[in-house]
């Protein structure tokens, strides 16, 4: 079975500072996409990072970065600089290319990520 | 430019009545994804349509759930006599096309209550 698991339900960091929160994953594929989504209070969920499988540098985006562990099937993001804006559920999910599973992201349960003055 | 659109944001029900959550895709999108959210949990996929075509249903209930797509109009998820079970929040995601790699655009989601 494909299973994401994300190991810390709620976390909070002062404003400024530096947070991680961790995911781990298990699959069979050797081809496949990992994600990092967030759900901030409106609900609406938007993407903050993405990284594919076969690629060993880590993906950036801003003050967000990833530590990706092929071997561990692990997916760890780190938040730079936390801003009170990145108080909100983080979810981490992953897709593969593997038939049957079109559009099927399979997503852990979350981490609720509070960012405190 | 408007992103995906979902209504109703809050629906209640009482047991044994039905359900329909509608969600228009983001402009030039033509796939449709539908996920469900229960309380605690993460989104747990339940279908992915095209236009008039349903593509991956794999994650849909067996009975009393239906998806569609239709050539106009949103996509409907429909909800015949619903259980306190069904009591979630149902979030509607789009895509231009289907990549695996690709974003989804995800609505704000129907909150659905069963008294």
């Known amino acids: 079975a494909q299973t994401v698991t994300q190991s810390q339900p709620e976390m909070s960091v002062q404003e400024a500072e530096t947070v991680t929160l961790s995911c781990t994953y298990d699959t069979s594929e050797s081809n496949y996409y990992l994600f990092w989504y967030k759900q901030p209070p409106s609900r609406q969920m938007i993407l903050v990072i993405r990284?594919?499988?076969?690629?060993?540098q880590n993906a950036t985006e801003n003050r967000f970065s990833v530590n990706f562990q092929k071997a561990a099937k692990s997916f760890s993001l780190k938040i730079s600089d936390s801003q009170l804006g990145d108080t909100a559920m983080y979810f981490c999910a992953f897709s593969t290319q593997g038939g049957g599973s079109q559009g099927n992201l399979i997503f852990g349960k979350g981490t609720k990520l509070s960012v405190k003055p | 430019n408007a992103g995906v659109m979902q209504n109703p944001r809050h629906l209640v029900r009482r047991r044994g009545q039905e359900a329909r959550l509608r969600c228009s895709p983001m402009k030039g999108h033509s796939h449709v994804y539908w996920y469900r959210q229960l309380p605690e949990e993460g989104l747990k996929f339940m279908v992915y349509?095209?236009?008039?075509?349903?593509?991956?249903e794999s994650g849909m209930p067996k009975e009393r759930f239906s998806a569609e797509f239709p050539k106009e109009g949103p996509s409907i998820l429909r909800i015949q006599q619903v259980v306190r079970g069904d009591s979630a929040a149902y979030f509607c995601?789009?895509?231009?096309?289907?990549?695996?790699?690709?974003?989804?655009?995800f609505g704000e989601g129907s909150r659905l209550t069963v008294l």
């Open positions: 349509l095209q236009k008039e075509n349903i593509i991956d």
């Open positions: 995601a789009s895509s231009p096309r289907w990549d695996p790699r690709g974003e989804l655009f």
């Open positions: 990284q594919e499988a076969y690629k060993q």
